[in-house]
């Protein structure tokens, strides 16, 4: 389990994975593209991935030292359910 202390913790965490999901759109976009089929959804993904990122970077930087409570939370990739 990763420790998550602070609100730049979390803004950190958050931005990661929404890196991953981003990037994992991107290629299988790129993929698609090629084909021509199928490529609305994975857009919106990586549109959205995209926008939450531009909107953490909004979140002012004094806050980014702020406690959190209950900063335990499951490693990148998490649990996935089959």
């Keep these: 389990m990763h420790s998550i202390r602070t609100l730049g913790d979390v ?3 958050v931005t990661n994975s ?3 999901i981003s990037s994992h759109a991107q290629y299988h976009l790129g993929k698609r593209e090629a084909a021509r089929s199928g ?3 994975l857009q919106v993904i990586y ?3 995209e926008r939450a ?3 953490l970077a909004l979140v002012p930087q004094g806050l980014a030292g702020s406690r959190v409570q209950g900063g335990d939370m499951p490693p990148p990739g998490g649990t996935r359910r089959t």
Excluded: F, M, P, Q
Aim: hydrophobic letters at 45%; glycine letters at 6%; aromatic letters at 0%.
């Design 11 to 13: 803004i950190h965490a």
């Design 53 to 55: 990122v531009r909107l």
């Design 39 to 41: 490529t609305e959804g």
């Design 18 to 20: 929404l890196s991953l």
């Design 47 to 49: 549109d959205e991935a």
